[in-house]
T-cell receptor, first 111, second 110 residues
Framework: SQQGEEDPQALSIQEGENATMNCSYK?????LQWYRQNSGRGLVHLIL?????REKHSGRLRVTLDTSKKSSSLLITASRAADTASYFC???????????FGKGTKLSVIP | DADVTQTPRNRITKTGKRIMLECSQT?????MYWYRQDPGLGLRLIYY???????NKGEISDGYSVSRQAQAKFSLSLESAIPNQTALYFC?????????FGPGTRLTVL
């Protein structure tokens, strides 16, 4: 399988602004997940959106999914310096429990 | 205590050496995974196991082997390490759709 692509590769914003990251994927999916990674550490699951869902919210996170375009976006509202991290989308292909990760967006939130 | 642990956390080895990375979990999950992460390439799946008797190759299994010693333990071996296996290695577990990651092993092959 091929990795999906995230856009942008890097994003720098001021604290309090919103951050939007986009992800394109390759396969027919069960779900699409977003993970966060602080520098050099293990990934932490943020949110999952199923293939029959179009939008999902969790706290300051909003995820959308467009299966016709094979794309997803992650919006972080009212960003904080502690949101500084790399963010990865991961597609779970239909019929599998395997994840294919994108290359990530590195977010820097400036206090 | 962490739910998913990896040992060692850092390792420097020489070309041609055999090395084993270990992963243990206390989450009681059946599924376990090994990934490697290279700068700018995200995570790529090396091997995965859905139970003790089930081992499957991932996207980049060449040069690696694994052993699932018990439900809680999944080890990754590099039979003869080479410099392009220098990377950050992660173990993960799952029972549902979400995966839970260990802290990673930073491996350097000289």
């Amino acid at each position: 399988s091929q990795q999906g692509e995230e856009d942008p590769q890097a994003l720098s914003i001021q604290e309090g602004e919103n951050a939007t990251m986009n992800c394109s994927y390759k396969t027919s999916i069960n779900n699409l997940q977003w993970y966060r990674q602080n520098s050099g550490r293990g990934l932490v699951h943020l949110i999952l959106i199923r293939s029959n869902e179009r939008e999902k919210h969790s706290g300051r996170l909003r995820v959308t999914l467009d299966t016709s375009k094979k794309s997803s976006s992650l919006l972080i509202t009212a960003s904080r310096a502690a949101d500084t991290a790399s963010y990865f989308c991961a597609e779970e292909e239909a019929g599998s429990y395997q994840l294919t990760f994108g290359k990530g967006t590195k977010l820097s939130v400036i206090p | 205590d962490a739910d998913v642990t990896q040992t060692p956390r850092n390792r420097i080895t020489k070309t041609g050496k055999r090395i084993m990375l270990e992963c243990s979990q206390t989450k009681g999950h059946d599924r376990m995974y090994w990934y490697r992460q290279d700068p700018g390439l995200g995570l790529r799946l090396i091997y995965y196991s859905f139970d003790v008797k089930d081992i499957n190759k991932g996207e980049i299994s060449d040069g690696y082997s694994v052993s699932r010693q018990a439900q809680a333990k999944f080890s990754l071996s590099l039979e003869s390490a080479i410099p392009n296996q220098t990377a950050l290695y992660f173990c993960a577990t799952s029972q549902g759709n979400e995966q839970f990651f260990g802290p990673g092993t930073r491996l350097t092959v000289l």
